[in-house]
């Protein structure tokens, strides 16, 4: 996929480095900026997640702390939602 003012760039939102894609920061802000929401989109693909894999295991994926990932998989009505949050690896 290339973008109209680009067409050689390899990302769909290209950043002011050559090669790199725009900053997570960056796009937020740009999104905010057009009122675009990016907090319930980020929450709604954890939800997702969460549909998918244990909350212990999406929340280490993602460097959030167990607890907040299991009550929003608990409020999404996740079939994970009665495993145990915890350090199985012990």
Not at 11 to 33: D, E, I, N, V, Y
Not at 45 to 72: D, E, K, S, W
């Amino acid at each position: 996929m290339t973008t109209a003012t680009n067409p050689g760039a390899r990302w769909l939102f290209p950043g002011r480095r050559a090669g790199q894609p725009m900053g997570t920061s960056a796009l937020a802000h740009r999104m905010r900026k057009e009122g675009l929401p990016t907090f319930n989109g980020r929450t709604a693909a954890i939800r997702q997640l969460a549909l998918q894999a244990p909350a212990p295991v999406v929340a280490r994926m993602l460097g959030y702390h167990h607890v907040h990932i299991t009550a929003l998989a608990a409020e999404t009505g996740s079939p994970w939602s009665h495993y145990a949050p915890s350090d199985h690896e012990e």
